[in-house]
């Protein structure tokens, strides 16, 4: 987390701001999730602002060593507390000051917030919601790590659901085994609410989980993920229950689709051509038109980041980037086909992180 | 959803908006969480705006018939797909401007957001973030009714967290049980992370969950809810493990807290005084320095939003608010104590949902 500070510094400069503001990425700099607040100057060390109540949550598990802690409201305090009565924005508008800042970037903020902070303190505020997204985009080694540690949470979570995957069972059923066994295993939970899509469901790409029974003749879609210190990971495969040839063709096309692409990452790709090399496998068979999304995006504290993986993107992918390749095709009233890995970029190619 | 559309239009003629544009609240407006967007004119009926991945789901789950759906990019389409080639900003814009819209009230965008939007749609645009908050307090039957369920839902899980509250297991696996039952009960997950807080643990009111073994002489802080079509449930009840009678007095304290502050909630109740009757109970101790948070929150389809319950409130209780009732104590060295009921506000008191 130190090297984010350190890191979100350099581009400070390269902006001429003299502080960031993050309301929205507290947890990436801070290192905890109590900071409601994280000002970065360009010299000097950051300040943490957080609520009375999570003070010491934030001393305990951030590194930042400046803690200021609000509260709504007059109240006793205990022994060597320091709080101030105040309102969290007119706390970080005496931050901003004390740090004698003129030019400030922020990550989220509505209009009447940032009116309010410029009435509490006169300075130019920028709103800059790509820089961090940008800066997020290449991992460390330790966030690889804890990436890596997600994925191989998931990983047995899908073996537990693969065990539930029988005709009779609810998909609620076995969305719970998978969650639990990831929760026991250190999950603090699932970066988005997991998949288990079946029969008319699996053709739809977002559907959650719903107390429908697994029947024979059904796909049935699972998608989850776990989290572990803050890193989401994200995986996909698809069952079949007696299926039909034409099911299993599903399944065919998009691992092939999945394998073409992954054959095209590496260091310096674009991003729109990994898609395209999916997008091409599915076409050929006519298909295209039940693909309706990209083939992958980004995951680090959110699981759904920059770089986006779809014709339109921009990116380009580059060493230690961490992305997902998941083709999906959805065909109505036959069914639903996805296989998600969740990759690490290396200079010649990617590791997979959960095969 | 439809009940709910109509009360924003009365309050979109109140203000002299002829249409809003939501942003956040879109499961509120149209059932589904497949809204990227919900524009609700004035006159005529809303119009749902989704990405063309969730167009089918938009139609299965929600009651809106006018469905627009985008792609980033352009791609073969279905048999009797109709999809905009642009990005959802330029088809927000788009609508509004077929629905001749002049001034637009929204709930949640940027500064960039707006910016773009009213250079695609020239419109006077008001951030409204408080409007729909305050509709959102007072709870329709169904509403009530989906509360109910996923409170009912939490007590399961509650009486199973109770079970699993052991010498030598770890946090993690007495959650893991509880959101197992509460998931195979139909919950959609729970809406903020389940805290199983024990020993040192119990004294951080945000604390999660953890691999620490829960030992002898701890008291565990377990607070958790369901989620139940869209609607969040919150409940915490405090374990001890062959507790010393200062742990033990610390339970005592926060249910009599719990049970002034229950006894002052009714119908013009403030919502101060409510939080003050707790508040007092836990002074007369002299632990008031020990009590940093408000004693509750209304719960809907966020598990914190208004009313608040705290010293500085300027809330009214109302008949059909749903609200929180949990003071807490938090003695560093000894343990935490918290005791959260759900009730719904009646005419003459409440009726409790979670007892």
């Known amino acids: 987390m130190r090297k984010h500070v350190r890191k979100l510094k350099d581009e400070l400069v390269k902006r001429g701001l003299d502080a960031f503001l993050a309301i929205q990425n507290t947890r990436y ?65 005496d931050c901003l000051r004390e740090l004698g800042t003129r030019a400030v970037g922020y990550d989220r903020g509505g209009k009447k917030f940032v009116r309010k902070l410029r009435a509490a303190h006169a300075a130019s505020y920028r709103e800059l919601p790509e820089l ?38 609810t998909e609620l059923e076995v969305a719970a085994e998978a969650e639990r066994e990831m929760r026991i295993a250190g999950s603090e939970g699932t970066p988005f609410p997991t998949i288990v899509a079946s029969g008319r469901n699996s053709w739809l790409p977002h559907a959650s989980a719903t107390r429908k029974h697994l029947r024979r003749g059904e796909l049935v ?54 898609d395209k090399a999916a997008r091409i496998i599915i076409s050929r068979v006519g298909y295209a038109k039940f693909s309706p999304h990209g083939t992958g995006h980004g995951v680090g504290m959110e699981v759904h980041e920059p770089p986006g993986l ?28 996805r296989w998600e890995d969740m990759v690490l970029v290396t200079k010649k190619g990617c590791k997979s992180l959960t095969a």
């Open 132 to 169: 961090m997204l940008e800066l997020r985009k290449i991992k460390s080694k330790e966030e690889v790590t804890l990436l890596q540690r997600a994925a191989k949470i998931a990983m047995n979570g899908m073996r537990c659901a693969a065990e539930s995957v029988t005709v009779g069972r």
């Open 29 to 93: 700099l801070a290192g905890t999730t109590a900071a409601k607040a994280v000002i970065v100057p360009t010299d000097g060390p950051p300040v943490l602002i957080c609520s009375r109540l999570e003070f010491d949550q934030a001393k305990r598990e951030g590194w930042i060593r400046d803690v200021r802690a609000f509260s709504r409201w007059r109240a006793p305090l205990r022994p060597g507390e320091r709080v101030s009565f105040c309102e969290p924005l007119q706390l970080i508008a």
């Open 310 to 337: 779809a014709p339109d993107s921009k990116d380009i992918l580059r060493e230690r980037m961490v992305i997902t390749v998941e083709p999906g095709i959805y065909v109505p009233r036959v069914g639903g086909a």
């Open 221 to 274: 879609v699972i998608d989850f993920g776990a989290t572990w210190g803050g890193y989401a990971s994200d995986m996909t495969r698809t069952f079949a229950l007696s299926p039909t040839k034409k099911q299993l063709t599903l399944i065919g096309l998009v691992k092939r689709a999945q394998k073409a692409a992954i054959g095209r990452v590496r260091n310096g790709a674009k991003a729109s051509n990994v």
